[in-house]
């Protein structure tokens, strides 16, 4: 594979591959010189048409801990904002020899679009409401983690119920395609206002009765409410959403004790995610950030570092 624009581009021993790398190079993050010289003379740039903390930095740090020369470019600050398009924008980039692109843009399928523009590899770094591969890459290696420490880390029989606005969410349909590989089953979670049209296909449970979904779900993924991506009125009243949709401080107790609670961030807390509940001792969180670095380690060694790799 030459790119990594969409979850369901990874077989299982692709995506396998990716996990058990990351395994290793987490340990890198613990280590008190972070360098391995994996990319030597590789270049990487980030470009990110929309806002990012932990993307684009964990990007970054990954890019550099495997010793690549990593370049951020952001619309603002860019010909972008004087008005070339984003063809002659990539293009441009891509004359300079850059090695690969990751790139979030609000456009849906736009990371495919320039991919098909430029001669360099291609990361999703997220695309509108489509995709964002990585992050459900990050999402399964911590919750690997998690189980291993009950015991089994494969995927097959456990319940991830994944909760909120799924309409506006690419981090929502990245983990349904790559849990159909890995053999999770995932359970969807939210108003009927909330649902993505075509959610029918996608061969998951869909329920809006939250209570009865967690008491049986080995995860809990809160997503946000995507306030900047809402026109119409989609629910009530964000005190009624919460009521019904939160993770509140009562409704951990219907937890089980071995489940976890992941958010792929950012968190409105007090509106999907309590404190109580992102806090936790059972909460994920901020695995997932650690491990995000590692993950985009996996992959840009995956798509950068050798021509015989699993991704290629
Ligand atoms: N989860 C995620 O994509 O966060 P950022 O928008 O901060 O990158």
Redesign the pocket.
Known sequence: MRHLLSAADLSLAEATAVLDLAEEMHQVQSRPVKKLPALRGRTIVNIFFE??????TSFEIAGKWLSADTINVSAKGSSVSKGESLRDTMMTLDAMGVDCFVIRHSSSGAAAQVAGWVRAQVVNA?DGQHE?PT?ALLDAFAMRQHFRRFGSDAFAGRRIAIVGDLLHSR?VRSNVLLQRTLGGEVVLVAPPTLLPTGVDTWGCEVTDDFDAALADADIVMMLRVQRERMTGGFFPTEREYTERFGLTEERLALLKPEAAICH???MNRGVEISSAAADAANSLVLDQVSAGVAVRMSVLYHLLGSDEGAMH
Not at 51 to 56: A, H, I, K, N
């Open positions: 806002d990012s903390t932990r993307t684009r997220g964002h992050q981090v792929p961030g950012p």
